[in-house]
């Protein structure tokens, strides 16, 4: 026989849901959607650019939201300033933007969580060098996850963002790459499976006489010309090594933000300098299966403190495989990574 406070909480739920206001229910999460949209870009021109749609529909969309809150709680959402002006949110709009990503977010957490339990979407995260990663398993698992209906999405993710997709569930897993000292193992709060190590060195088109072919010292880098990543995991190695204020140390002539730019500098001599790369682009470099025709690989020494080397390979929440049943997506591609050989022939890679 029910409970009579469960019967006093479900009387209590039915008059909310049969409470809601008719104007509240035309809502759609279309019209959310537009609205932060709105709020981030700041004009409705803006807005369409960015949503594919004609400046009208997202004005109309405005509209029909102002006339909706006005008649709920005699406020409108969004005003307009004045020509090329950004549209003013009144405290009413401000809440409801606030509302509407939280709702938006929220709806599609729980669509990811529901597609992950059942097992018909993963999604794999990789930095612009590691898709190669992937790119080497997929080939033993493509059969199976088509014939099954699953859906394999990959998605683009920067070293430094490594963690935080990875914690708000944005990915399922991640192939990328972190700072670790030489021969101990990773203290991570995630499972991981190790591929490869390697050093860092440097690219450099300066000339014998103003850069010799010998290690450089952690004495000698700051006096060197240096284009320097404005973030990632080799900026970390400098700040590791010269202090987060390394930029105010270093002798940056050139700011870069992708491999190829710095690469393309220096081919062009635009810039004479060196760059700070990982073992196998300069290699990949002198052996021609990269961009930077005459540049030299010169290699670091060892009295860099604290010594550091790069560890590339696979993220995964802590135990969550351990919640799924062996022949999960998650499962099938952390076992097709374990059994794929580390020491077997590696994609040229910079971590991201």
């Known amino acids: 026989m029910p409970d009579i406070a469960d019967e006093v909480d479900a009387e209590k739920l039915l008059a909310t849901l049969l409470g809601c206001p008719p104007e509240m229910l035309d809502v759609s999460l279309d019209q959310l959607r537009t609205l932060g949209v709105v709020h981030t870009t700041g004009t409705a021109q803006r807005a369409a650019r960015v949503l594919g749609r004609e400046q009208s529909s997202v004005q109309k969309q405005l509209d029909n939201l102002n006339r909706t809150a ?41 669509l990811h969580r529901s597609r992950r339990r059942l097992g018909s979407t993963v999604t794999f995260g990789t930095t612009e060098f590691t898709v190669e990663f992937l790119g080497a398993v997929w080939p033993s698992l493509r059969e199976d996850f088509e014939r099954r209906g699953i859906q394999l999405n990959i998605e683009h993710v920067r070293t430094r963002d490594l963690w935080r997709k990875l914690d708000a569930k944005k990915v399922d897993m991640v192939c990328g790459s972190f700072a670790a000292h030489p021969g101990r193992p990773p203290e991570l709060d995630y499972d991981f499976l190790e591929w490869h190590r390697e050093r860092v060195a440097l690219l450099t088109n300066l000339s014998t006489r103003e850069l010799p072919d010998t290690p450089v010292t952690a004495a000698k880098l700051p006096a060197l010309p240096l284009l320097a990543p404005t973030a990632g995991l ?69 009295d860099y403190d604290p010594a550091l080397e790069i560890v590339t390979g696979i993220f995964a929440r802590s135990g969550e495989r351990d919640r799924y049943a062996t022949d999960h997506p998650l499962n099938l591609l952390w076992k097709a990574f374990a059994a794929a050989s580390p020491t077997r022939s590696v994609p040229v890679t910079l971590p991201g």
């Open 70 to 110: 006005t008649r709920l709680v005699g406020e409108a959402l969004v005003l307009k300033q004045g020509r090329g002006k950004d549209f003013l949110f009144t405290p009413s709009g401000e809440e409801v933007v606030a509302l509407a990503i939280q709702t938006l977010d929220s709806w599609t957490d729980s």
């Open 234 to 302: 080799l900026a970390q190695f400098l700040s590791h090594w010269y202090g987060p204020d390394y930029r105010g140390t270093l002798n940056i002539v050139a700011d870069i933000d992708s491999l190829n730019y710095g690469l393309n500098l220096l081919n062009a001599e635009l810039v004479h300098g060196c760059m700070l790369t990982t073992e196998r682009v300069a290699d990949a470099v002198l052996e021609g299966r990269l961009p930077g025709r005459g540049l030299r690989k010169i290699n670091l020494a060892d």
